[in-house]
């Protein structure tokens, strides 16, 4: 989170949406050529001799595991820049409303939202 000198936080909503969709993407695109590759592994194991073939489905469903393991929990990650982002974003449009209805000034909604600052020692 950059903080300037008069201690003022933003939480840059955009990038953190941004961020988000690229880690979605990457992963969508690995598991997809994880897929391919796991079906050519499968394909090959299946040629070996019986205890070897054990042997390496042992092995490869563990590493299977593992990466699905690893993919969910980026995609799990992202979703929750995407939600955070959300959040600042409408805690900051909530304050927003609350100061325009004790200063009985209206906000344009149409305006394009500004990053959100808080205020305080981080």
Not at 18 to 27: C, D, F, K, L, P
Not at 102 to 110: D, I, R, S
């Amino acid at each position: 989170m950059p903080q300037n000198e008069d201690g003022v936080v933003a939480y840059p909503i955009n990038l953190m949406r941004q961020v988000a969709g690229q880690i979605m993407e990457q992963v969508g695109r690995a598991m997809s050529e994880h897929q391919a590759h796991w079906h050519d592994a499968q394909t090959y194991i299946s040629t070996l001799p019986g205890i070897v073939e054990n042997d390496m489905w042992t092995l490869m469903n563990l590493h299977q595991q593992r990466l699905l393991d690893s993919y969910q929990w980026q995609l799990a990650f992202a979703q929750a820049l995407v939600e955070a982002a959300q959040y600042m974003e409408d805690l900051d449009h909530g304050i927003r409303d609350s100061f325009d209805a004790q200063t009985g000034t209206t906000t344009n909604p149409q305006a394009p939202p500004e990053t959100p600052r808080v205020h305080g020692p981080f």
